[in-house]
């Protein structure tokens, strides 16, 4: 019995998982194993809407055995530790698993770049928990600003800093702007909208690199009218526990700091032989496999594949990365020559929060209303499962007729006025 092992189930593992399952269907000698931490699929590109509030959490993750269905492939729910190349064996936190191919697709983590006080002073986004743990951070420091009558102390509880101008860091900020004017200060009766202020760090000259530079641009413009402020060659040098340090002079005070900035490998990724990028991705040849070990694929925001180098790290790679990868496996077991990854943008769509956005797709850019109607059906189309999509489309409704729900559910972490951060 052959086996392939798959690590990770975010976009380019299932993938990868579900095209095996396609090319080994009439194969019965072979095991399909999906082994990943979370027992969930993320749909990353709507995390911005659970911190303001938008749309449940539970809406955009789809259990990976509700995926799998009828399908025969395994499913386990373990922490991989290691990945033993020359052994074929991956540690898992139950013990070893020997495999005969390995798809590694275990994604990115944050990189502070080293910056001091980074990592300790600023609030992650990347996981579901950090999104739904940064909703309630913001909800906990509105509560505390409503009741505070000096205006300067308020005014550094409403100061949120976006370290970061690329998709994430640009959606994120215009999903809270949509939240703090259009339902905090309608709601919170102590906080008057000028004290709000919304701050987006890019030590680059333009946000949103990658899209067209005129909707770069439109874009920055939009958001610039809604009254957040682009900080463009803004290099953070600094973060405090109330304020960041830029280009090692300028210091703003804010509570709030979050940080989209920097990617880098998983640290199992980097661990892996060979030659890595200045990231950490692991070089793989155009076939996808890893240098001296034919029968290891890596895909996604692990992998810098020797033909596509400079390819984005967003879902549509993960996800034909994940597709060829599988096809190549079912070559391999049939003496089939393998097929090489080519990078095909499929365009950008960015949306700036309620009723706007900026789409770069097959030649034609447009902004606007239509384009957010656009961004929100191809979201609303990629989503994974019916249920979902009527959730998703649910949310989506009520939030057009009655106020989003700012009920703080759980102890917010790192509050000093909570009690809950570490010096208290
Ligand atoms: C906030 C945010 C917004 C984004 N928005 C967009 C967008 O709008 N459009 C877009 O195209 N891309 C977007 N991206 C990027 C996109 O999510 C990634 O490029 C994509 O997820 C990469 O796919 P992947 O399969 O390489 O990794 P992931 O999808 O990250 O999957 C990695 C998987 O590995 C699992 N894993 C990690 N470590 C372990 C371990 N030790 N043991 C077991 N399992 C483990 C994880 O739980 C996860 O299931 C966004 C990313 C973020 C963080």
Same mark, same amino acid.
């Given at each position: 019995?052959?086996?392939?092992?798959?690590?990770?189930?975010?976009?380019?593992?299932?993938?990868?998982?579900?095209? =095996?399952?396609?090319?080994?269907?009439?194969?019965?000698?072979?095991?399909?194993? @999906? &082994? %990943? $931490?979370?027992?969930? !699929? #993320? *749909?990353?590109?709507?995390?911005?809407?659970?911190?303001?509030?938008?749309?449940?959490?539970?809406?955009?993750?789809?259990?990976?055995?509700?995926?799998?269905?009828?399908?025969?492939?395994?499913?386990?729910?373990?922490?991989?530790?290691?990945?033993?190349?020359?052994?074929?064996?991956?540690?898992?936190?139950?013990?070893?698993?020997?495999?005969?191919?390995?798809?590694?697709?275990?994604?990115?983590?944050?990189?502070?770049?080293?910056?001091?006080?980074?990592?300790?002073?600023?609030?992650?986004?990347?996981?579901?928990?950090?999104?739904?743990?940064?909703?309630?951070?913001?909800?906990?420091?509105?509560?505390?600003?409503?009741?505070?009558?000096?205006?300067?102390?308020?005014?550094?509880? =409403?100061?949120?800093?976006?370290?970061?101008?690329?998709?994430?860091?640009?959606? @994120? &900020? %215009? $999903?809270?702007?949509? !939240? #703090? *004017?259009?339902?905090?200060?309608?709601?919170?009766?102590?906080?008057?909208?000028?004290?709000?202020?919304?701050?987006?760090?890019?030590?680059?000259?333009?946000?949103?690199?990658?899209?067209?530079?005129?909707?770069?641009?439109?874009?920055?413009?939009?958001?610039?009218?809604?009254?957040?402020?682009?900080?463009?060659?803004?290099?953070?040098?600094?973060?405090?526990?109330?304020?960041?340090?830029?280009?090692?002079?300028?210091?703003?005070?804010?509570?709030?700091?979050?940080?989209?900035?920097?990617?880098?490998?998983?640290?199992?990724?980097?661990?892996?032989?060979?030659?890595?990028?200045?990231?950490?991705?692991?070089?793989?040849?155009?076939?996808?496999?890893?240098?001296?070990?034919?029968?290891?694929?890596?895909?996604?925001?692990?992998?810098?594949?020797?033909?596509?180098?400079?390819?984005?790290?967003?879902?549509?790679?993960?996800?034909?990365?994940?597709?060829?990868?599988?096809?190549?496996?079912?070559?391999?077991?049939?003496?089939?020559?393998?097929?090489?990854?080519?990078?095909?943008?499929?365009?950008?769509?960015?949306?700036?929060?309620?009723?706007?956005?900026?789409?770069?797709?097959?030649?034609?850019?447009?902004?606007?209303?239509?384009?957010?109607?656009?961004?929100?059906?191809?979201?609303?189309?990629?989503?994974?499962?019916?249920?979902?999509?009527?959730?998703?489309?649910?949310?989506?409704?009520?939030?057009?007729?009655?106020?989003?729900?700012?009920?703080?559910?759980?102890?917010?972490?790192?509050?000093?006025?909570?009690?809950?951060?570490?010096?208290?």
């Amino acid at each position: 019995m052959k086996r392939i092992v798959v690590l990770g189930a975010g976009f380019g593992g299932l993938e990868a998982t579900l095209e =095996l399952e396609r090319a080994f269907r009439h194969q019965p000698g072979s095991e399909i194993l @999906l &082994v %990943s $931490e979370q027992n969930y !699929f #993320l *749909f990353t590109p709507l995390l911005p809407q659970i911190a303001s509030s938008y749309i449940n959490p539970r809406h955009i993750v789809q259990p990976v055995r509700d995926i799998r269905g009828r399908r025969r492939f395994d499913f386990r729910r373990d922490d991989v530790r290691a990945i033993d190349a020359a052994g074929r064996r991956v540690a898992l936190a139950s013990g070893a698993l020997e495999y005969d191919h390995l798809v590694v697709a275990l994604g990115s983590r944050t990189d502070y770049f080293g910056i001091p006080g980074a990592r300790e002073h600023t609030w992650d986004f990347k996981s579901l928990e950090d999104a739904v743990v940064l909703r309630e951070r913001i909800l906990d420091i509105c509560e505390h600003a409503d009741h505070v009558a000096d205006p300067a102390v308020r005014r550094q509880m =409403l100061t949120f800093v976006v370290v970061g101008g690329g998709y994430t860091g640009v959606e @994120l &900020v %215009s $999903e809270m702007h949509d !939240f #703090l *004017f259009h339902y905090v200060a309608e709601r919170y009766r102590g906080i008057p909208r000028a004290d709000i202020r919304l701050v987006v760090l890019e030590a680059a000259p333009e946000i949103l690199r990658g899209v067209h530079p005129k909707l770069a641009q439109h874009a920055a413009k939009r958001l610039r009218v809604e009254g957040i402020e682009i900080r463009l060659g803004a290099k953070v040098t600094r973060c405090f526990p109330d304020g960041i340090e830029i280009n090692g002079s300028e210091i703003i005070s804010a509570e709030t700091l979050i940080w989209t900035a920097g990617v880098r490998a998983h640290p199992l990724v980097e661990a892996l032989p060979g030659p890595h990028d200045r990231i950490g991705r692991v070089l793989v040849n155009e076939r996808l496999q890893l240098e001296g070990h034919p029968e290891i694929f890596v895909v996604g925001d692990s992998a810098a594949a020797a033909s596509a180098k400079d390819a984005p790290r967003v879902a549509p790679v993960a996800i034909a990365q994940g597709k060829l990868a599988a096809r190549n496996i079912a070559h391999r077991e049939r003496g089939e020559p393998l097929e090489g990854y080519q990078y095909i943008s499929q365009g950008a769509l960015v949306s700036l929060g309620m009723n706007y956005a900026v789409v770069d797709l097959a030649g034609l850019k447009f902004s606007g209303y239509f384009a957010w109607l656009f961004w929100n059906a191809v979201h609303l189309y990629k989503l994974v499962g019916l249920k979902k999509q009527l959730q998703v489309a649910m949310d989506w409704s009520l939030a057009a007729i009655f106020p989003r729900d700012a009920s703080i559910v759980r102890r917010p972490r790192r509050c000093k006025l909570c009690g809950t951060d570490e010096a208290s």
